[in-house]
């Protein structure tokens, strides 16, 4: 049995836990209101001001993105392939985020920059919501319910592509095509009836001339 020191031991360890995550969950979100000004400044410089509320929807995207990527890690993204899919896009999440924020402190401090900077800046920056709507929709696609309806589907596709190919083999035979003349003749005899029966009721009738009176 326990004893009330045990449960004293395991309810400091329980409180030390619920501390410790709501203060990483604190440091977390700093760090996203952090990197969340620097994306904004560098992905907002030298855009119109009608625009900036486009580049706003572009940093709220890879900022969601890593917000979002470790809940659907710990709640979501269990099969194999989806988890290890997932934990390489927030790996480059993370990576964009940290190159942003180098490249915006350099500039605002006009610090001199690296030579990779400007490839990134002309190349990376302008396409990180991309590579977030990207990863994204690997996810979805990856996700086990997706594949088990793929999987259904493509049995059915190769079932039916299955059944045509057989179908045509049939379609072959002697029985098949004596089949097929028959109802060939049967059709041709229904139509030349019916144009017969057609002709014969359009066909105009003669009156009988009136006879002379003791013929």
Request: glycine share 6%; with cysteine.
């Amino acid at each position: 049995m326990e004893s009330i020191g045990d449960f004293m031991l395991e309810g400091r360890a329980k409180a030390f836990k619920t501390l410790a995550i709501v203060a990483g969950i604190v440091v977390y979100g700093g760090m996203l209101v952090y990197s969340g000004v620097h994306n904004y400044n560098l992905m907002t410089a030298g855009v119109p001001a009608d625009l900036l509320i486009w580049s706003t929807v572009g940093v709220v995207a890879l900022e969601i993105s890593a917000a979002a990527l470790p809940l659907a890690l710990h709640f979501w993204c269990h099969s194999p392939i989806q988890r290890y899919t997932a934990f390489a896009f927030y790996g480059i999440d993370l990576a964009i985020i940290f190159l942003n924020v180098i490249l915006d402190f350099g500039t605002t401090a006009g610090s001199a920059l690296p030579a990779w900077s400007s490839a990134w800046l002309f190349y990376g920056v302008p396409a990180t919501p991309i590579i977030s709507g990207f990863g994204w929709t690997m996810l979805f696609m990856l996700d086990p319910s997706s594949r088990q309806r793929e999987i259904i589907e493509q049995l059915k596709a190769s079932t039916f592509e299955t059944l045509s190919q057989r179908i045509v083999v049939a379609a072959k035979d002697a029985n098949i095509n004596a089949i097929v003349e028959d109802a060939a003749r049967q059709m041709a005899f229904d139509i030349v009836s019916k144009s017969m029966t057609t002709s014969k009721h359009d066909k105009p009738k003669l009156e009988n001339p009136t006879l002379p009176p003791g013929q």
